[in-house]
């Protein structure tokens, strides 16, 4: 069963964690890796503690300064999914499908050059920003890291390059951090905040 949260609680949660997040820089060591890491020698293997299999690395957070490797839970890895299948949307030109992962709500917002709020605005501001294929490019996103804030939210930062020509408006690097929540219709985005 879902644990229903009042929206009061959403957006106290997005806006605590707002100011926190612009500021932190995303480590480049936060590299969301697919392949087990090399086992440790035991040259490198502290004595006293015990090597850690089948983890995944990840850029720790305050709890996981000490180990780097985390076994990523269930809800981390339905987060990662949905990012990565933005960015399948994306490249294949489908705005529609790529911003079907934010909630659709009047309450969702997008913080970017502008602020916009609500689903649809989301949406149209897309559709008019990314006319044509090739003002898309090609959407790459690099150094996931998802962190539980409870059953139902969670925050994913990382950084994205999108690849296109010049005349298309050139290439373009950023950040970017994102709450999102956990609904019947699966993980939803509720606050993308993109620089």
């Not at 989301?122 to 804030?149: F, K």
């Amino acid at each position: 069963m879902m644990r229903r949260t009042p929206r009061r609680t959403a957006r106290s949660i997005a806006a605590t964690l707002l100011c926190p997040l612009a500021l932190m820089s995303v480590p480049a060591t936060a590299q969301l890796a697919l392949q087990p890491p090399p086992r440790p020698t035991p040259q490198t293997a502290p004595a006293n503690k015990p090597v850690a299999q089948d983890t995944v690395p990840r850029a720790g957070t305050s709890s996981d300064q000490n180990n780097p490797l985390h076994t990523a839970s269930r809800d981390e890895l339905d987060v990662v999914k949905v990012i990565v299948g933005q960015e399948k949307a994306w490249n294949s030109g489908d705005i529609e499908g790529f911003v079907k992962n934010y909630k659709d709500s009047p309450e969702t917002i997008f913080i970017g050059k502008q602020l916009d709020k609500g689903y649809k605005a989301i949406l149209e501001d897309y559709r008019h920003d990314y006319i044509t294929r090739a003002s898309m490019g090609t959407l790459t996103y690099s150094e996931l890291e998802v962190t539980p804030l409870s059953d139902s939210f969670a925050i994913c930062t990382g950084r994205y390059h999108l690849d296109r020509g010049r005349r298309d408006g050139g290439p373009a690097d950023g950040l970017f951090s994102l709450v999102l929540e956990k609904t019947e219709q699966g993980w939803k985005i509720i606050l993308d905040h993109t620089t």
